[in-house]
């Protein structure tokens, strides 16, 4: 199944000049149906940061955190996760101390890539 996005609706959503790239740019499509079956939030339980994530099929999984500027704090995961729920607990998993800010954690999970930011309180 592919999800197309107009980005004049979704992103601009008003006037704008348009530019010439050379190229057309009006619709990003992409193949999402591996993506569904990947399920990731952050919730927060008490003073802890829960990364939750759910698969619908085992697959090698590699979860990264990151600071805003890019920088790499440490991995989460590294290894073949088996179908179903599971949860990391990031301040112990990275066993480091994190300042209280945005963070980006990243799942690489065979072909695809996830991302997305997260509160550390």
Do not use: W
């Not at 057309?24 to 939750?52: A, M, R």
């Not at 729920?85 to 066993?95: A, D, G, Q, V």
């Amino acid at each position: 199944m592919y999800t197309s996005i107009n980005i004049d609706q979704a992103m601009l959503n008003g006037n704008y000049n348009t530019l010439n790239l050379g190229f057309n740019c009006t619709t990003l499509s992409f193949d999402d149906s591996s993506i569904q079956d990947i399920k990731h939030l952050v919730y927060h339980s008490g003073t802890e940061n829960i990364l939750h994530l759910t698969l619908q099929s085992g697959r090698k999984c590699d979860i990264r955190i990151y600071d805003m500027l890019g920088k790499e704090i440490g991995q989460i995961s590294s290894g073949y996760l088996m179908p179903g729920t599971h949860e990391f607990n990031i301040k112990n998993t990275l066993n480091t101390r994190l300042q209280e800010g945005i963070y980006i954690y990243k799942i690489q999970a065979g072909q695809d890539q996830l991302s997305s930011q997260f509160l550390m309180k």
